[in-house]
């Protein structure tokens, strides 16, 4: 299995850019979940789905976030406009969601804002 | 308060030393209990999941407090390999899906 897939790797853009963030989950987990990691702040849940369905987005920080997932293979997370603040370590990560399963981790999207 | 909170560390030992870290949690519904580690600029990875009874895994054993709602980290004969961010992950049913809870985790330094 190649593991839960995030790309791209680095993103470098500009201040009021769009940025898309793209996460394939590992086959047959049926929970994906988007986290920010900065020094400040740690490890943030920002959403998460169950079977395709957004269950709980209170973690996004504003409107200028959003995430969808289309189908059980995919998901993006996307802001628009982008900010400086908003430069940190993204994180996609799946499971099958059952009490005793743990989740995978990707190997995440460094995002700076310029 | 935080749901999950851990001492930031960092932990500097020598190599050959044994270690602990604890973490605490607020939820007494919390069902499952991990320890992750995060080496720097890299994903998260489960080190152990932690049971009720303990358990062990070669130089690392986890412990779990109900009754106090901690779990603690045991690392013993540290290797210079074992320099990382280890993670306390707790997770408990909310809005019927299990959602985990991470804490900021505890830095670790071996040096020789």
């Known amino acids: 299995d190649a593991g839960v897939i995030q790309s791209p790797r680095h993103e470098v853009t500009e201040m009021g850019q769009e940025v898309t963030l793209r996460c394939k989950p590992i086959s047959g987990h049926n929970s994906l979940f988007w986290y920010r990691q900065t020094m400040m702040r740690g490890l943030e849940l920002l959403i998460y789905f169950n079977n395709n369905v957004p269950i709980d987005d209170s973690g996004m920080p504003e409107d200028r976030f959003s995430a969808k997932m289309p189908n059980a293979s995919f998901s993006t997370l996307k802001i628009q406009p982008s900010e400086p603040r908003d430069s940190a370590v993204y994180f996609c990560a799946t499971w099958r969601s059952s009490s005793t399963d743990t989740q995978y981790f990707g190997p995440g999207t460094r995002l700076t804002v310029l | 308060r935080k749901e999950v909170e851990q001492d930031p560390g960092p932990f500097n030992v020598p190599e050959g030393a044994t270690v602990a870290f604890n973490c605490t949690y607020s939820n007494s519904a919390s069902q499952s209990f991990f320890w992750y580690r995060q080496d720097c600029r890299k994903e998260p990875k489960l080190l152990m999941s932690v049971y009720s009874s303990g358990n062990e895994d070669g130089r690392f054993t986890a412990q779990l407090n109900r009754a106090s709602q901690y779990i603690s980290l045991l690392i013993r004969d540290s290797k210079l390999s074992d320099s990382a961010t280890y993670l306390c992950?707790?997770?408990?049913?909310?809005?019927?899906?299990?959602?985990?809870?991470f804490g900021r985790g505890t830095s670790l330094i071996v040096h020789p």
């Open positions: 992950v707790v997770k408990a049913l909310s809005g019927g899906s299990y959602i985990p809870t």
